[in-house]
Nanobody, 129 residues
Framework: QVQLVESGGGSVQAGGSLRLACLVTGSWINDYNRIYHMAWFRRAPGKEREGVASIGDDGTTYGDSVKDRFTISKDIAKNTLYLEMNNLKIEDAATYYC????????????????????WGQGTQVTVSS
């Protein structure tokens, strides 16, 4: 069973940078390529969880609000997914979650929560002016 553990959240001033990491652990740790797709989501207070970025065999995709500022990447040797966040804005403050898609069926698009089967516990990002 795949498990996801996020880290790297914290407090930063607007314009600053953070790098989030999502460690993939569990019985599939030696079969990382069985994870077909991974993504970062975020949920700000009072708002629904929204897709930030995704990465799969077809490449990377970004939400409009983070395009050109955030970069999603993965290091298979380290079993880790990353989200590099630059030029952070007040509105980027949220709890960030990583998600993994572990089967090929039931794809509803990268932004749909139902497309993913495993979630991390989240890491909080605070951005101050």
């Amino acid at each position: 069973q795949v498990q996801l553990v996020e880290s790297g959240g914290g407090s930063v001033q607007a314009g600053g940078s953070l790098r989030l990491a999502c460690l993939v652990t569990g019985s599939w740790i030696n079969d990382y390529n069985r994870i077909y797709h991974m993504a970062w989501f975020r949920r700000a207070p009072g708002k629904e969880r929204e897709g930030v970025a995704s990465i799969g065999d077809d490449g990377t995709t970004y939400g409009d609000s983070v395009k050109d500022r955030f970069t999603i990447s993965k290091d298979i040797a380290k079993n880790t997914l990353y989200l590099e966040m630059n030029n952070l804005k007040i509105e980027d403050a949220a709890t960030y979650y990583c998600a993994a898609r572990t089967t090929v069926g039931g794809w509803y698009g990268w932004r749909s929560l139902n497309s993913y089967h495993t979630w991390g516990q989240g890491t909080q990002v605070t951005v101050s002016s």
